[in-house]
Structure formats: structure tokens, C-alpha cells
């Protein structure tokens, strides 16, 4: 367990145990709430591969609470995680474990909801200040505006370990949130490389891919196994095609860099194409097309919602790969692209906002707490 104390500030109107689980990481924390503001107090991170459950991860949070605070009394609790909720209940998309909030509440006595991880993400975006460089990064127009925020209806997508998406609605000052498995509606090609690209995929699942397999971490080592059978070893699926057709990477042999990239798991794959998409030529393609096809999907959920309050998007690829985002307005310029030329101006009156601040979904859980449960 990876351990961390935020703040000293202990007097709070209530205290959250609140929990952001993925694919990837099982993020727990202790959150103050004080006049509808949250501030973290601990935050503590496990692997979510390295566990089988999260009930013995919320202990040792605990433990480790009250051990600096021994009079800290949790009021309620809330996990979010990765995966359709029903009946307080969710088996996790990216893992072979659940969580069931009935048996969390009887075994550390704490009242607990389980909310879907977009959800929480929704409760966590009305904390946040769209105009705090700390917190958001917003997206250019191609004409090079910053449209203004309207209405009442916000959309966030973000593309992680796997793809997530929901939308929010406010009336009367209060917010609703609606989680989704949109993330796993199927790939809309847009040119001949994401047909190609598309095709493969296809034929190594047997059955029409999802949008997730593209954007998403997961997606990053399908670009980049695309590119690698393709190119180097001329896969039997795609033999007989050659290195002209190759609109995106170039040729390059495998070594260096490709080849650390090449003897890697898939599931490590995204991290080092990202870290190293500066310096190398086809780990920039392998990026620029998954920001393209990002950007493109981005737009089809925007056409869906038509998010005049703000479309936000979240998860870390984003955020550590923001320059790849701004750089010519790539990502901008594909969530333009509309065949309809009527809808192109709608889609320019939509904010764009990249969200830096990675405890978005426990701020979020523990505001879903409050809201859902607190009275």
C-alpha cells in the first residue's frame, strides 16, 4: 500500500470513506467534507492486479486512520468503480474481483454505496473551477476560441485502462448523474487507415470491435501491434500489402526503443509509447492516431448529448499526453469533423476541457456520499 496524508485539517462536518477502482490502481481515501467543499485527508493506492478484493484494502485504510487519528469517525462510504452497478453491486470490467456494498457495510460497519467509476467522475466535475489551470486544461475551437459554457447538460469521456463515459443534468440546482457502457459501443471508422486498423482488429477477436479497443489504453497496443504486423512481420492477415500503403508510421526496424516496446506485455505498452512519442517517430503516429480517433469519438458522443455546459475529458492518458492534444489542434479538429455540415457549428459551440486533477473521482465519491446519502 502506497500511503499519503493530504491535509492536517481533521474538523469536518463529515468524514468519507471514498474509493476509485480501476483496471489498473485501487485508489482509497479518507475525504473531509466542510460546507460543500472536500479535502483529501489520506489517500492511499494498491494495485488492483495485486489484490483479490477491496474489503482488506478499506481495513488497512482504516487501520492507518485512525492510527494518526484515533478519535476519526467515518460517517459514509462510497466506491467507485470500473464496471455496470446494480443493486449496489459491480463486477469490475478490467478485473476478476468484485465489490458488493452490502458486505462492505456489514463488515466495517459504515453505510457504503457503490456508484459506476463515470458517475463518480459526474459528482466530481461540479468541484471543479473550469478556470483553474490547476485543475482544467481547455481545449481551442479551430478557429482558436474558448466557447462559454450554457446549459445545464455536461458529458465526460475518458479513456484509461478501458473507455468510460456519462452524462450530467442539473435542474434546480441539483445535479443528476448517468453512467453508461458507451465505451463499449461499437468503432466508427473514419478514413482508410481506421479501416484498416479496424479490419485488423476484427479478424484477431472475431467479431466487429468496440470503440475501447481504439481508445484506451488497451487501444494504444492495438495501434501499435497494427503497425508492427503490418510492417515488420507482414502478418497473414494482411499479406500482400505493402510498406507504400502505410499512411501514418513510417518505416522503422525494430530496436531501440521499439524493440523495449516489442518485448513488453501489452498492458505496459501504452505508458512507454507515450513516454517516448517525442523522440520517437513512430510512437508520435501511434499517439497522433489515437488522439484522431479519440477526438473523433468525443464527437459523436457530443452530436448524442450536446453538452453546452462543457464536455469534459478525463482519465491520465489525456493529461500526461496533453501536448499531443493542443499541438495543431488535433484532437479538436477531428471532434469538428461532421459529415452534416449544420451540425460542424454546434460542435464548435461545445467547451472542451481536459481534466488535470487526478482525484477527480474521489472527490467525486465522496460528493455522490453526500448527496445520495448524507440526509
Same mark, same amino acid.
Given at each position: 500500500m502506497e500511503t499519503n496524508w493530504l491535509s492536517s485539517d481533521f474538523k469536518q462536518d463529515k468524514i468519507i470513506l471514498a474509493g476509485d477502482i480501476? /483496471?489498473? &490502481?485501487? &485508489?482509497?481515501?479518507?475525504?473531509?467534507?466542510?460546507?460543500? +467543499?472536500?479535502?483529501?485527508?489520506?489517500? =492511499?493506492?494498491?494495485?488492483?492486479?495485486e489484490i483479490d478484493g477491496v474489503i482488506d484494502p478499506i481495513k488497512e485504510v482504516m487501520a492507518a486512520a485512525k492510527e494518526k487519528i484515533p478519535s476519526l469517525k467515518i460517517d459514509l462510504c462510497c466506491i467507485s468503480a470500473a464496471g455496470p452497478v446494480e443493486n449496489n453491486y459491480c463486477q469490475l470490467t478490467h478485473c476478476d474481483w468484485d465489490i458488493d456494498g452490502d458486505a462492505i457495510r456489514k463488515s466495517v460497519k459504515i453505510d457504503t454505496l457503490i456508484i459506476n467509476d463515470f458517475s463518480a467522475i459526474g459528482y466530481g466535475i461540479p468541484t471543479l473551477d473550469v478556470n483553474d489551470p490547476a485543475q482544467i486544461t481547455k481545449l481551442p475551437t479551430t478557429e482558436?476560441?474558448?466557447?462559454?459554457?450554457?446549459?445545464?447538460? +455536461?458529458?465526460?469521456? /475518458?479513456?484509461?485502462?478501458?473507455?468510460?463515459?456519462?452524462?450530467?443534468?442539473?435542474?434546480?440546482?441539483?445535479?443528476?448523474?448517468?453512467?453508461?457502457?458507451?465505451?463499449?459501443?461499437? @468503432?466508427?471508422? @473514419?478514413?482508410?487507415?481506421?479501416?484498416?486498423?479496424k479490419e485488423y482488429v476484427a479478424n484477431k477477436i472475431g467479431t466487429a470491435p468496440g470503440v475501447e479497443l481504439f481508445v484506451s489504453g488497451q487501444g494504444i497496443s492495438n495501434i501499435y501491434n497494427y503497425f508492427r504486423d503490418r510492417i515488420i512481420y507482414a502478418d497473414a492477415v494482411l499479406k500482400g500489402q505493402t510498406k507504400d500503403e502505410v499512411l501514418v508510421v513510417r518505416a522503422e526496424e525494430i530496436e531501440g526503443?521499439?524493440?523495449? !516496446?516489442?518485448?513488453? %506485455?501489452?498492458?505496459?505498452?501504452?505508458?512507454?509509447?507515450? %513516454? $517516448?512519442?517525442?523522440?520517437?517517430?513512430? =510512437?508520435?503516429?501511434?499517439? +497522433?492516431?489515437?488522439? %484522431?480517433?479519440? /477526438?473523433?469519438?468525443?464527437?459523436?458522443?457530443?452530436? !448524442? @448529448?450536446?453538452?453546452?455546459?462543457?464536455?469534459?475529458?478525463?482519465?491520465?492518458?489525456?493529461? %500526461? $499526453?496533453?501536448?499531443?492534444?493542443l499541438e495543431d489542434n488535433l484532437f479538436m479538429k477531428s471532434f469538428e469533423a461532421n459529415y452534416n455540415p449544420n451540425i460542424r457549428p454546434l460542435l464548435k459551440k461545445i467547451p472542451v476541457y481536459i481534466i488535470k486533477d487526478y482525484s477527480i473521482s474521489l472527490y467525486g465519491a465522496a460528493n455522490a456520499a453526500v448527496t445520495l446519502m448524507g440526509k
Amino acid at each position: 500500500m502506497e500511503t499519503n496524508w493530504l491535509s492536517s485539517d481533521f474538523k469536518q462536518d463529515k468524514i468519507i470513506l471514498a474509493g476509485d477502482i480501476g /483496471g489498473t &490502481n485501487t &485508489n482509497l481515501a479518507i475525504v473531509g467534507e466542510k460546507t460543500n +467543499k472536500y479535502t483529501i485527508i489520506l489517500k =492511499c493506492v494498491f494495485k488492483s492486479q495485486e489484490i483479490d478484493g477491496v474489503i482488506d484494502p478499506i481495513k488497512e485504510v482504516m487501520a492507518a486512520a485512525k492510527e494518526k487519528i484515533p478519535s476519526l469517525k467515518i460517517d459514509l462510504c462510497c466506491i467507485s468503480a470500473a464496471g455496470p452497478v446494480e443493486n449496489n453491486y459491480c463486477q469490475l470490467t478490467h478485473c476478476d474481483w468484485d465489490i458488493d456494498g452490502d458486505a462492505i457495510r456489514k463488515s466495517v460497519k459504515i453505510d457504503t454505496l457503490i456508484i459506476n467509476d463515470f458517475s463518480a467522475i459526474g459528482y466530481g466535475i461540479p468541484t471543479l473551477d473550469v478556470n483553474d489551470p490547476a485543475q482544467i486544461t481547455k481545449l481551442p475551437t479551430t478557429e482558436g476560441n474558448f466557447p462559454q459554457p450554457s446549459g445545464s447538460t +455536461k458529458a465526460v469521456v /475518458g479513456a484509461g485502462t478501458g473507455l468510460g463515459v456519462g452524462f450530467i443534468t442539473a435542474a434546480e440546482g441539483k445535479y443528476r448523474v448517468y453512467p453508461s457502457e458507451g465505451g463499449h459501443s461499437g @468503432f466508427a471508422a @473514419f478514413d482508410d487507415e481506421t479501416r484498416k486498423i479496424k479490419e485488423y482488429v476484427a479478424n484477431k477477436i472475431g467479431t466487429a470491435p468496440g470503440v475501447e479497443l481504439f481508445v484506451s489504453g488497451q487501444g494504444i497496443s492495438n495501434i501499435y501491434n497494427y503497425f508492427r504486423d503490418r510492417i515488420i512481420y507482414a502478418d497473414a492477415v494482411l499479406k500482400g500489402q505493402t510498406k507504400d500503403e502505410v499512411l501514418v508510421v513510417r518505416a522503422e526496424e525494430i530496436e531501440g526503443v521499439l524493440e523495449e !516496446i516489442d518485448r513488453t %506485455k501489452d498492458e505496459d505498452k501504452p505508458a512507454l509509447i507515450s %513516454k $517516448n512519442a517525442k523522440v520517437s517517430t513512430a =510512437c508520435r503516429d501511434i499517439m +497522433k492516431l489515437f488522439v %484522431k480517433m479519440y /477526438g473523433g469519438f468525443a464527437g459523436s458522443l457530443a452530436v !448524442i @448529448f450536446l453538452p453546452f455546459g462543457g464536455l469534459y475529458l478525463a482519465g491520465g492518458i489525456a493529461t %500526461k $499526453n496533453e501536448w499531443l492534444f493542443l499541438e495543431d489542434n488535433l484532437f479538436m479538429k477531428s471532434f469538428e469533423a461532421n459529415y452534416n455540415p449544420n451540425i460542424r457549428p454546434l460542435l464548435k459551440k461545445i467547451p472542451v476541457y481536459i481534466i488535470k486533477d487526478y482525484s477527480i473521482s474521489l472527490y467525486g465519491a465522496a460528493n455522490a456520499a453526500v448527496t445520495l446519502m448524507g440526509k
